[in-house]
T-cell receptor, first 113, second 112 residues
Framework: KAGVTQTPRYLIKTRGQQVTLSCSPI?????VSWYQQTPGQGLQFLFEYFSETQRNKGNFPGRFSGRQFSNSRSEMNVSTLELGDSALYLC????????????FGPGTRLTVL | GESVGLHLPTLSVQEGDNSIINCAYS??????FIWYKQESGKGPQFIIDIRSNMDKRQGQRVTVLLNKTVKHLSLQIAATQPGDSAVYFC???????????WGAGTKLIIKP
């Protein structure tokens, strides 16, 4: 069974631009969570989607948004990029509930110049 | 605020020795603790978990200990191998909404 895949793996943007990251969960998994990982803040929870609905949300500004499609694939979008948005964005999938073990993808490395 | 932290940012051990990675947490309203391993260029990989009603759980070469009295979690790795080199994260799950609160990570270096 294939693991969680994320595209693209690397991305370079400039301040003010927007970006869309994609995540394909493990087949059969319906819950997708997104995290931001930076050296200074560690892993910070962004949001979690289940059945195309946002079920949980972390403490990030409204510039960070996401969605989930009927096939459980998920995208996250960051608008009006800031230098501080440079980070590794990780997607994790689980069977149905955030109680289930989360399996992570390799991440998308975003650099904002 | 809530936090899960690690005592040592870097731990260096000799190949074949046992290693212990420690984690302190501050939120007592949690039901579940997890250890993840993150190798360079990869996402975190689940290692082992423990529920708050347990004190100890063993896996293959790994043991997790939970001391709720002092809010301390540890991961013991037996007979460390070069492949154990990674950053290890502890995470605590909030019982209210199942969100994971992550520690800062400890880098484990295995010396040959």
């Amino acid at each position: 069974k294939a693991g969680v895949t994320q595209t693209p793996r690397y991305l370079i943007k400039t301040r003010g631009q927007q970006v869309t990251l994609s995540c394909s969960p493990i087949s059969g998994h319906r819950s997708v969570s997104w995290y931001q990982q930076t050296p200074g803040q560690g892993l910070q929870f962004l949001f979690e989607y289940f059945s195309e609905t946002q079920r949980n949300k972390g403490n990030f500004p409204g510039r960070f948004s996401g969605r989930q499609f009927s096939n459980s694939r998920s995208e996250m979008n960051v608008s009006t990029l800031e230098l501080g948005d440079s980070a590794l964005y990780l997607c994790a999938s689980s069977l149905a509930s955030p109680k289930d073990t989360q399996y992570f993808g390799p991440g998308t490395r975003l650099t904002v110049l | 605020g809530e936090s899960v932290g690690l005592h040592l940012p870097t731990l260096s051990v000799q190949e074949g020795d046992n290693s212990i990675i420690n984690c302190a947490y501050s939120n007592s309203a949690s039901d579940y603790f997890i250890w993840y391993k993150q190798e360079s260029g990869k996402g975190p990989q689940f290692i082992i978990d423990i529920r708050s009603n347990m004190d100890k759980r063993q896996g293959q070469r790994v043991t997790v200990l939970l001391n709720k009295t002092v809010k301390h979690l540890s991961l013991q790795i037996a007979a460390t191998q070069p492949g154990d080199s990674a950053v290890y994260f502890c995470a605590e799950r909030k019982a209210s909404n199942y969100q994971l609160i992550w520690g800062a990570g400890t880098k484990l270096i295995i010396k040959p």
